[in-house]
């Protein structure tokens, strides 16, 4: 697939192009899609992009399913604008992405048949009211942290998608928190279902940063490249210190034995998730893994006809367009 996206070996491999390329990124600017780029910095962004917009288009299904069950009409249509929100997002990044020469297609077979991933928050379940609140205060909580950097990212048309991407996120988490602040104050069994809540979601969203720096296999390199702005640690550490206050303001307390804060770093101490959950849940051993992928599959399949639809009239206009002429 990737052959017809880029040139030859050692065309990418030109020691003064790739010079010149990391010039032009050191600088400040912007890489568009018809410029030359190293097969690598394509690739690259191909994988941060695509798994990116999949984890939008997953991330609709630990909500949707609450849609019809929230507790009044504002908390339905709120949530029903989130969920249309996400799908907007995967779409802007899929566009992204088809400006490295990779279809849409493509990269949704790619989820499918698991060469590529989405972020592994997603295959936790939603068992309460309780978790829409955390999902938006934590998980889009850390996918601001991740993506507001992504703004300034090198390649041109990812940084402006996270403009907009960012803003409307900004909105999510405030509906999240605003969840959790009506829950945290409500009767004593809303609040253990907010704490409940808490306790579930809080290191799975620790987890979105991905694995430690030590760990990291592409973070060096992107960033060198300014694809990526921060280390996964650096990320990680923001996000605790952003919202353990958060937390104490609602009177909720984070799981965590060791968490302390520390006068001479000026920052959160805090445990570690624990990382060999993680790649369990990224070879596909989460608690939802299965039923997200079928849930895609399903809707892929079920789409056939539309899409098959579609590519009929645009042959049909085609031909019509060949024989005028």
Known sequence: MYAQMIKSEATQEDPEKLAAFQARID???????????????????????????????????PEGNWITRAPTLERKAILLAKVQDEAGHGLYLYCAAE??????????????????KYSSIFNYPTLTWADMGAVGWLVDGAAIMNQVPLQRTSFGPYSRAMIRICKEESFHQRQGYDIMMKMANGTPAQKKMAQDALNRFWYPSLMMFGPSDKESVHSEQSMAW?????TNDELRQKFVDQTVPQAEYLGLTVPDENLKWNEETGHYDFSQ???????????????CNRERLAARNKAWDDGKWVRDGLLAHAEKKAARRVAAE
């Open 226 to 230: 300014k694809i990526k702005m921060n």
């Open 99 to 116: 400006t490295l020469g990779v279809t849409r297609d493509e990269l949704t077979e790619m989820l499918l048949d698991g060469r590529m």
């Open 273 to 287: 998730p624990d990382w060999s959950e993680f790649f369990d849940v990224l070879k596909g051993n989460g608690p």
């Open 27 to 61: 600088a400040g600017e912007k890489i568009e899609p018809k410029d030359w780029m190293p097969q690598g910095y394509r690739k690259t962004l191909i994988r941060q992009i695509g798994q990116h917009a999949h984890s939008e288009i997953v991330g609709q299904l």
